[in-house]
Every structure is written in structure tokens, then in C-alpha cells.
């Protein structure tokens, strides 16, 4: 702690990529090993109210590096004009900044620009589509799934275990804190680890712990999003696929706690970590990340943060989501906020205070339902027109991912100050109804079947749906005021019937 009586303490920040809640023996799973993690959660708090933000994969990144949401404003895109970043605001006190990680999003268009801000930043090639290796592209024995071209090309690098993304990741993570930890007066180290991600491959000596008996497709490790007609023991495959990716980036997560106990680094540092969303894995019948409800399977997400002197081995009920990461990064190293912003820090929950700092937020993607929590009920606001409308998104860069399409700009695209929160003038552009699903993936179909709210402690499995009772009234009532908090862009009350 600093003279002033602030903290001032090095921070990593370990982001494990679509890690379900429910396949941690943190939060009472008794089947997948973990060995690693449960030594975190020994000197850490582990949180038991965390949520996602805005999503998918670099929605939620945007949220943790600028401490504002992004779900009612913009879809995926690069980093804006006006982000405060994290690792920029943390250089300007003087820390030095690393990034390491395998998530080839930040190096293709809609992520290119997350890591400048980092003073150095080392990427690991070839997850998921990475376009990586080139040459013949090897068949593949996927049964029901699928493998893309360009990942069984990637894969035929992967010869010995180490040479899997998860341990090439953590291991130079390890390399990064024996070089730097001691050679800087504060440092911020963000680990951006892309497992346990689809593809759910992995040495066949970690999947084949949770399914012995598999004889079916070698390559079966890709399930397609959406609903899938897999039989009991195709199911039962993909979850040990998924848990073997855990157990194997667990086993090298282990690197970086040895090397934090070979420098005693956890008498001086935070240790964060932590994920981005869940993943479906027949939760509701759902694979994937698909356009759907996105119930708290997917949404209601693990933490584990270790501060020295606070709460280790402890749990906290405090209310969280991604922003609220970067708020407490800048407490935990005695950095003030650069601006106004949505995140809160969590050091009250760390330190056992009874007071929450938030109580409520928001999780979703833009333009489709927006969820309200409070952390017992859930509720996912549908649109209150069958077309959708009024939606814009607001942007200076124009980048969306390869995949997906934004129109514009062109005669529709405004330029003005439309940000509350935002000394810039920026572009506003509405979006068509038939511009929707190439957008962001909006399903209209999915959207047009309303609302939802559930009481996930009477009703943790979300059956039971308290739309049109006394219950949603105060959700509702909740939902507006955080959003007139959080400036939200004025046509999105329109959008959900809320004005």
C-alpha cells in the first residue's frame, strides 16, 4: 500500500476463453480435475455472482479494457477513438505493460487494435481459424461435428503435447514474469489464454480421462452451434473433448504459479482469473454460442481474484461483470479512473465488506435481448415490435470480424455527438431489419418469442418463465433505471417498449 493508502500492486490478469462455471470443482463439480485452479482458489476469493457483459469474445474485451459497455451502443469492432484503455492508463503511472496470448482474434480485423496500448505483446499462432499454415489440408474423421480447412492445417504442427496453443500460452506467460516481474518497479501482465475455446481438441491422453471408452470419429471434437441430433454417448464425447481443453490448460496454468512462487510474487501481486462467457453444450438443447436465450449457462460465469492479505480461500456475494475487471485492475495499482465509467471496483467484496457495488447489470449482445440482473433474477427484455426497431450502432472505425457484415457507411450514416460520456463526434447508423442477421447473427425468429425472467435461486435450471407477474414489473423498472445510468442510447427504450 502506498503512502497516500492506496494499493499499488503488480496485476495478472489470466482470461481463459468460453470456461463454464459448472465444469469447475470451484463451483461444485466433482468429475473434472483441476488441480491448479483449486490451488488459486485456496489464496483467492472466489466470486459467486459474476457475470458476462457485453459478448461474445471481443465485446466482452472491449468491456475490460475500456470499463464501459458496449452491448446497447455497437457490435464486435476494434478499439474506439475515445477508449481510455487499461494498459494505457496503467502505462501513463509508469507500469509496465505485457500482453500474451493465442486468440487470434486480436490479430484479424475487429480486434487488430487491443494490443497497442501493451508496451510488449508476443502472439501464439494457430487456434480455431487462424490463418496460419498453408499447403494440402489434411481430411479429417469428424462424424457429427466439423474442422475447418485452415484449423487441420494449424493442427498438423501440434505434434508434442507442448506444442498445444493452452501450453505454449501459459508457458510464455511463466517466461514473461521471470524476465519482467523483478526488472520493473510495477507491471501488468494480461494472459489472454483462447482454451478451453472450440476447437475442443486436445492430447487424446486428456479427453480420454472423462471418456474411456470413446471408438467413435477421431477428429469429433468441433460441434456445430446450434441444436444438434447427437446420441447420448456423442454428447457425453464433446464434454470430455471440452474438459480434457480445461484439464490441459489447468496443468500449464500451473507454470505461472510455480513461477510465482520461485519469486514470492504473491506478497506483491494480484492474481485475476478469470473468462469471457460460457459455452452451450446441450444446456436447453443448445451447442454453442448460437442466437438464443443466453441463460446462465452460458452467462453466469467464474472469478478468482487473489490480493495479498485479502480473503484467501473465501467466496463473495458481490454483483460483478467484465467492466468491473478493469475497475478494480486500476484500485488494486492506485490508478485513478481516466473518465466516467460503467465499472465498479470489486475491492469492498475482496475485502469483505457488506456493501455490494453494483446492485444490478447488464449482459447481452447488441441488438438482441437485453438481460438484467441483480444476481437471484434473470431477465432477457425481448424487443417490443416483431421487426426489431429502432437499432443503430455508433462507430468511428468500421471493423467487424471477417464473418460478419455492417452496412455502411452511406446516405443513412449521421455524424454528431451522440455519446453522453464522449468528447468526440462520432457516426450513428441505423440498421435494416433484413440487415440484422449478417450484422451480428440476429435471429428474429428467436427474438419474436419475448421475454424471459427467471428466479435462479428457486429455479436454477430456468424453467419456470415469471414474465407477466409483479416480478417483471420490477425488473423492468430496474432495467430502465440502469440503462438512464448508463446513457444508454435513447432508441433502444424505444426498441424494448421501455420509453
Known amino acids: 500500500m502506498s503512502e497516500s493508502g492506496r494499493l499499488n500492486l503488480n496485476v495478472i490478469c489470466i482470461l481463459m476463453d468460453s470456461m463454464n462455471r459448472h465444469f469447475l470443482p470451484a463451483y461444485g463439480n466433482d468429475w473434472v480435475q483441476t488441480p491448479n485452479l483449486d490451488r488459486i482458489q ?41 477508449d481510455a484503455t487499461l494498459p494505457r492508463a496503467l502505462k501513463d503511472k509508469g507500469v509496465f505493460t505485457g500482453l500474451v496470448s493465442d486468440h487470434y482474434h486480436l490479430w484479424e480485423r475487429g480486434g487488430e487494435n487491443y494490443h497497442v496500448d501493451f508496451e510488449t505483446w508476443e502472439f501464439i499462432r494457430g487456434h480455431e481459424n487462424d490463418p496460419w499454415v498453408g499447403g494440402p489440408t489434411p481430411e479429417a474423421d469428424t462424424g457429427k461435428g466439423h474442422v475447418s480447412p485452415q484449423f487441420r492445417r494449424n493442427r498438423q504442427r501440434f505434434i508434442n503435447e507442448k506444442d498445444w496453443l493452452a501450453p505454449q500460452t501459459l508457458r510464455t506467460a511463466a517466461k514473461w514474469l521471470k524476465d519482467n516481474a523483478t526488472a520493473h518497479e510495477q507491471f501488468f501482465l494480461m494472459v489472454d489464454e483462447f482454451d478451453p475455446h472450440e476447437p475442443f481438441d486436445c492430447p487424446e491422453e486428456y479427453w480420454r480421462q472423462y471418456d474411456p471408452d470413446w471408438a467413435g470419429p477421431k477428429d469429433f471434437y468441433w460441434p456445430a452451434y446450434g441444436r444438434n441430433e447427437y446420441t447420448e454417448a456423442e454428447a457425453h464425447h464433446i464434454r470430455a473433448r471440452y474438459a ?20 514470492n510474487l504473491w506478497e506483491n501481486t494480484a492474481l485475476i482469473v478469470m473468462t469471457d462467457h460460457g459455452h452451450f453444450l446441450g444446456d436447453h438443447d443448445w451447442w454453442g454460442k448460437p442466437s ?38 486500476l484500485d488494486l495499482m492506485g490508478c485513478p479512473a481516466p473518465r466516467d465509467m460503467d465499472g465498479k471496483s470489486l475491492v469492498p467484496g475482496l475485502r469483505g465488506e457488506e456493501s455490494n457495488p453494483r446492485e444490478s447489470l447488464l449482459t447481452g449482445w447488441w441488438g438482441w435481448h437485453v438481460n438484467w440482473t441483480d444476481g437471484r433474477h434473470f431477465y432477457m427484455r425481448a424487443p417490443a415490435t416483431k421487426d426489431n426497431q429502432p437499432l443503430y450502432f455508433y462507430t468511428n472505425r468500421w471493423a467487424p470480424p471477417p464473418w460478419w457484415n455492417l452496412p455502411g457507411p452511406d446516405d443513412r ?41 427467471f428466479d435462479l435461486l428457486e429455479d436454477p435450471d430456468q424453467q419456470e418463465n415469471l414474465v407477466g407477474g409483479s416480478a417483471e414489473k420490477d425488473a423492468e423498472s430496474q432495467l430502465r433505471a440502469l440503462m438512464k445510468r448508463q446513457t444508454s442510447p435513447p432508441e433502444q427504450f424505444i426498441r424494448l417498449g421501455l420509453e
Not at 480434457?244 to 519469486?263: F, P, Q, S, W
Not at 463526434?425 to 424471459?452: D, F, H, V, W, Y
Open 42 to 82: 485456496k489464496r483467492a476469493v472466489t466470486f459467486d455472482r459474476f457475470f458476462t457483459g457485453s459478448m461474445p469474445c471481443m465485446p466482452a474485451r472491449r468491456d475490460l479494457w475500456s470499463g464501459n459497455q458496449e452491448l446497447l451502443w455497437r457490435p464486435w469492432g476494434s478499439l474506439e477513438p475515445w
Open 244 to 263: 480434457g481443453n480445461i484439464t490441459l490448460a489447468d496443468k500449464y496454468l500451473g507454470e505461472v504459479l510455480d513461477r510465482m512462487d520461485e519469486d
Open 413 to 453: 450514416t449521421e455524424f454528431g455527438r451522440f455519446m453522453p460520456r464522449v468528447d468526440m463526434p462520432m457516426c450513428r447508423q441505423p440498421i435494416r431489419t433484413e440487415e440484422m442477421p449478417r450484422a451480428n447473427n440476429i435471429s428474429l425468429e428467436n427474438l419474436r418469442k419475448g421475454s424471459l425472467l
Open 292 to 329: 438464443c436465450p443466453q441463460h446462465r449457462e452460458i452467462a453466469h460465469i467464474p472469478l478468482f481474484i487473489h490480493v495479498p492479505g485479502m480473503g484467501g480461500g473465501n467466496r463473495s456475494n458481490a454483483l460483478g461483470t467484465h467492466v468491473d475487471i478493469h475497475a478494480t485492475i
